[in-house]
């Protein structure tokens, strides 16, 4: 009996494996909003309503898609970090930086899926949030261990964080930058979207005809938004 419920279990594991390697390349064809389970289940050659016991509709494909591209991408910024010497803060942010932009040019369907438009009609579950914060969490980490250290240095110049910042720096500390002050979180916050910024306008075309050299300027912004935040040079 067991046996046999293994090998039942053996089938369903490829079957979905099968059935998500196709909606990718539909993804990458059609775009999100085209996405069809209904298609997927012809290229398969399996009756549409069969599709349906693994997947019971569009949406939840597309939030197995959409939790697998997070879990890649936070596999890629956790093995780039943890490639690094510890007390190099400033290298395991690039490390960090450069892994996010060269999974997202390797797979820039599932980069836009990701962090493109919105995909009419869909609202991503919870079950979203822990892969999706993945990539956070060791970018915190990363500051909270210069912090910790003693090694932050933000440059001057800079104004505080508005009043009003102190209740949002609060949450944002308990997710991901335990113990640090609200005028350091809020350059984290706004380094983070830097980075996908500048991969997005890489990525979808902003730069072409503007940026020849696309990494080097890539690293160089990067290095001027771990500046910011204090992040040390080694």
Same mark, same amino acid.
């Given at each position: ?70 879990? @890649? %991408?936070?596999? &890629? /910024?956790?093995?780039?970090?943890? $490639?690094? *010497?510890? +007390?190099?803060? #400033?290298?395991?942010?690039? @490390? %960090?930086?450069? &892994? /996010?932009?060269?999974?997202?040019? $390797?797979? *820039?369907? +599932?980069?836009? #899926?990701?962090?493109?438009?919105? %995909? ?10 822990? *892969? ?21 240095? *933000? ?80």
């Amino acid at each position: 009996m067991n046996a046999s419920r293994t090998a039942r279990e053996r089938v369903r594991a490829e079957l979905i494996e099968e059935i998500t390697e196709i909606a990718r390349r539909h993804l990458a064809r059609d775009g999100a909003a085209g996405l069809s389970l209904r298609a997927v289940a012809r290229e398969m050659g399996m009756a549409s309503s069969a599709i349906y016991r693994y997947y019971p509709s569009r949406d939840d494909l597309l939030t197995a898609l959409i939790i697998d591209g997070y879990n @890649a %991408v936070g596999d &890629a /910024v956790e093995k780039a970090e943890a $490639a690094c *010497p510890r +007390e190099d803060h #400033l290298g395991r942010w690039l @490390a %960090v930086c450069h &892994a /996010v932009r060269d999974r997202a040019l $390797a797979h *820039p369907h +599932e980069y836009a #899926l990701l962090h493109g438009s919105p %995909v009419p009609g869909y609202s991503a579950p919870q079950d979203t949030i822990g *892969p999706a914060m993945r990539d956070a969490v060791v970018f915190g980490r990363i500051i909270a261990d210069a912090h910790r250290a003693g090694l932050l240095d *933000p440059p001057g110049g800079y104004p505080p964080a508005p009043e009003s910042f102190g209740a949002d720096a609060e949450g944002i500390r308990q997710a991901v930058l335990p113990g640090l002050p609200d005028d350091i979180v809020a350059r984290a916050v706004t380094a983070w979207p830097g980075l996908y910024g500048a991969v997005s306008f890489e990525l979808f075309g902003q730069y072409n005809n503007v940026i020849t050299d696309l990494r080097a300027t890539f690293d160089y912004a990067m290095r001027g938004l771990g500046r910011h935040i204090g992040l040390p040079e080694r």
